[in-house]
T-cell receptor, first 113, second 113 residues
Framework: GESVGLHLPTLSVQEGDNSIINCAYS??????FIWYKQESGKGPQFIID?????DKRQGQRVTVLLNKTVKHLSLQIAATQPGDSAVYFC????????????FGAGTRLAVHP | DAGVIQSPRHEVTEMGQEVTLRCKPI?????LFWYRQTMMRGLELLIY????????DSGMPEDRFSAKMPNASFSTLKIQPSEPRDSAVYFC???????????FGSGTQLSVL
């Protein structure tokens, strides 16, 4: 999810379908990545993380894939539910200078019944 | 644990007034972060602390912004004087370590008129 100014990229899916949200990260030296979910009026909520020595990690209904060659991260949500509707952010731990998490612009997931 | 607690939930003030945002991190977390979220710029890291000591304040936009952490259970972010362009949602987050997931508070919605 890259920034497009005022408008977040939106992914619309049907309830029950699988969702794939993509993210391009910026720094090849980043060694830790996290996906967050943010519902309206709430703070970001941790979903799943992955370290750079892995290329795939699975959680409950979610899978994160990491492709370090092209600096790409994806979040797969199986059997998407209405409660999954939110903005999803990827974050990379930028190791240059001080370690800190840098967040992407976000992707809005809209789940339709 | 109640999670990261922020106050106030909403703050409306007039330009030129001093604003103080408060945060109580999760007990035992050694790192505390202040983020600002706007539609145009997304989630931006302002400053973070390790064991109550500011480590990286390179994200603090101007001298009008200051942050303190007098003890392990309390931090403040102050804006003096406030300006309309400071209007945003300010999040506090804490973590056990740098390469660890952040836990976010519910945020403070700041509106400067």
């Amino acid at each position: 999810g890259e920034s497009v100014g005022l408008h977040l990229p939106t992914l619309s899916v049907q309830e029950g379908d699988n969702s794939i949200i993509n993210c391009a990260y910026s720094n090849s030296a980043s060694d830790y990545f996290i996906w967050y979910k943010q519902e309206s009026g709430k703070g970001p909520q941790f979903i799943i993380d992955i370290r750079s020595n892995m290329d795939k990690r699975q959680g409950q209904r979610v899978t994160v894939l990491l492709n370090k060659t092209v600096k790409h991260l994806s979040l797969q949500i199986a059997a998407t539910q209405p409660g999954d509707s939110a903005v999803y952010f990827c974050a990379e731990n930028y190791s240059g200078g001080y370690n800190k998490l840098i967040f992407g612009a976000g992707t809005r997931l809209a789940v339709h019944p | 644990d109640a999670g990261v607690i922020q106050s106030p939930r909403h703050e409306v003030t007039e330009m030129g007034q001093e604003v103080t945002l408060r945060c109580k991190p999760i007990s035992g977390h050694d790192y505390l972060f202040w983020y600002r979220q706007t539609m145009m710029r997304g989630l931006e890291l302002l400053i973070y602390f390790n064991n109550n000591v500011p480590i990286d304040d390179s994200g603090m936009p101007e001298d009008r912004f200051s942050a303190k952490m007098p003890n392990a259970s309390f931090s403040t972010l102050k804006i003096q004087p406030s300006e309309p362009r400071d209007s945003a949602v300010y999040f506090c987050a804490s973590s056990l370590g740098l390469n660890e997931k952040l836990f976010f508070g519910s945020g403070t919605q700041l509106s400067v008129l």
